[in-house]
């Protein structure tokens, strides 16, 4: 880590709030639990913990590594169903397959993204590509779901490609923090990924001692989660570390700081900043579906059961009937 990155940051276009922003005051600081995901790979849940309404539009995030596999180790999920929401999948260090019955799909590694609108249903499979099954190898990475409005739920899926050499790369001031805005808008920059929730998704780098402090939509929440390093948040600059969770409040602009010493193996802070406008709809929510009632929750898995959201391709030699 990280994935994409320059020689001299300084040569990028520069981002930094004004100075009659306002600055968004920490209102929460969680630590995420561990877990395990699919076949077993371990994870952590960025989100557990925190009150929906300062989540909305998102619905959880989960660090997935970092692990360095042993020969054979390496591990994905099954064939699953989705529906009534987006995943976003970002790939640090790594390989990762992704198939679904809608025919998208592709292989992703060392900062690309894996853009799936579930919409009306589908079914799709993630796994690490054969041979580094055989190798092992290190594997990083993060899944982030984002719910779609009662009006796209039903929507056709689709998948977006992401490469990591797309990414718009921006820079604060002093060029103490290298950001990749991935999705969304930054101060007028615009990253690849098409949303249709509008949210804004960043993954920052900021060397020892450095500050970020940027301009945020004020229609939008705000949110960090450190991947790695130590640090503070806000102006009173209170202490995260790997794997917490800042809850922003209202305001125009938000900072985060390195601290001036870093753990051996993490020479900076590695930070994620999410921000996204708020539908502020009923959510029905349980497994692999998000809805906005219980009702059509069940009608997603009776969907689902009936085969209504696609097939698994025969390629893989398997059946239906095999989930």
Known sequence: MPAVTVENPLTLPRVAASTEAVAR???????????????GFPVRRAFAGINYRHLDPFIMMDQMGE???????????PWHPHRGFETVTYIIDGVFDHQDSNGGGGTITNGDTQW?????????????????????????????????????????PRYQDIRGGSVQLLSTPDGGALLRV???????????????????????????????????REDFNALAYVMAGRGSVGTDRRPVHTGQTTVFGAGSSLTVRADEKQD???????VVILGGQPIR???????????????ELQQAFDDFQKGRLGTIPAVHGMTEGGL
């Open 116 to 156: 799936m609108t579930a919409g009306s249903g589908l079914l799709h499979i993630e796994a690490p590509p054969e041979a580094l099954v055989v190798s092992g190898g290190l594997f990083h990475g993060l899944q982030l779901w984002v719910n779609l409005p009662a009006k796209d739920k039903m929507m056709a």
């Open 182 to 216: 991935i999705a969304g808008e930054l101060d007028g920059h615009q990253g690849p990924g098409i949303t249709h929730t509008p949210i804004t998704m960043i993954h920052a780098t900021v060397t020892p001692g450095a500050e970020l402090t940027l301009p945020w």
């Open 25 to 39: 005051p920490v209102l929460a600081v969680t630590t995420a639990p561990s877990g395990f995901e699919g076949e």
């Open 281 to 295: 709809e009923p959510m029905a929510h349980y497994g692999p579906f998000v809805m906005n009632t219980r009702e």
């Open 67 to 77: 692990v360095e596999y042993a020969p054979g180790e390496p591990k994905g999920t």
């Open 264 to 270: 051996a193996n993490t020479p900076d802070l590695e």
